[in-house]
């Protein structure tokens, strides 16, 4: 197993940015596919963004442009820069070790118009 731990969530006015940051604690193979994923209040949770173990980078639609996931192999953490955030982007933030299917506990962002 690998337990991961997010951080970087907070309240930001639209427009504005933050950057979420992923850390891993356990087997570093977890951590070669790393993804974001995000809940809204009353919505299934829903894929943001994933980076392969090839560095291969991935966004959903909604985000494109916005987003951007980075990693630090060697250290086993990602990271998810937002910029120009909407208050649509308000949810739960939560990173997924995908090879184990391990997921942390959330980061709150909060968009405000």
């Known amino acids: 197993q690998v337990r991961l731990v997010e951080s970087g969530g907070g309240s930001v006015q639209a427009g504005g940015s933050l950057r979420l940051s992923c850390a891993s604690f356990?087997?570093?193979?977890?951590?070669?596919?790393m993804s974001w994923y995000r809940q809204a209040p009353g919505k299934e949770r829903e894929f943001v963004s994933r980076?392969?173990?090839?560095?291969?980078?991935s966004y959903a639609d909604s985000v494109k442009g916005r987003f951007t996931i980075s990693r630090d192999k060697a250290k086993g953490t990602v990271y998810l820069q937002m910029n120009s955030l909407e208050p649509e982007d308000t949810a739960i933030y939560y990173c997924?070790?995908?090879?184990?299917?391990?997921w942390g506990q959330g980061t709150q962002v909060t968009v405000s118009s």
């Open positions: 356990g087997y570093t193979y977890c951590t070669y596919d």
């Open positions: 997924k070790a995908d090879r184990c299917n391990s």
């Open positions: 980076v392969d173990a090839d560095g291969i980078t």
